[in-house]
């Protein structure tokens, strides 16, 4: 496939959060690619919306530092993927989730166990 236009990693908008890089398309959507593609050597983004292409052209060394999404750090110090999220309670107040097992005794249920939030 042909490439629609070079452009500089300078000249597109970078979302820090998402870690992607986007460039307005011809199309009305806009090229995306991943900070973590680029360090991969990828230099094309592409338009989810047509056929068009761009390359980009950068320098691995100027790219900003990329993080690791903290599921894929392979820590598994948590038991539950719950435990500890952050929840917005009924008053609208942040606060963190803390899961809990207690044993309860409900033979009419036949349940030795209840996780409680």
């Given at each position: 496939?042909s ?24 199309c ?11 360090y ?75 996780a409680?939030r």
């Open positions: 496939m490439i629609y236009e070079e452009v500089e990693i300078e000249d597109l908008d970078y979302d820090p959060h998402t870690q992607i890089y986007t460039y307005p398309c011809p009305g959507d806009k090229f995306t690619i991943s900070l973590e593609a680029l991969d050597g990828e230099d094309i983004a592409t338009c989810p919306s047509c056929t068009l292409r761009i390359e980009i052209i950068y320098d691995e060394e100027n790219l900003p530092p990329l993080r690791k999404d903290d599921d894929d750090d392979g820590d598994d110090d948590e038991e539950d993927g719950d435990e500890g999220k952050e929840e917005v309670n009924e008053e609208g107040e942040r606060g963190e989730t803390k899961e809990e097992e207690i044993d309860v005794d409900l033979p009419t249920v036949g349940m030795k166990s209840l409680v």
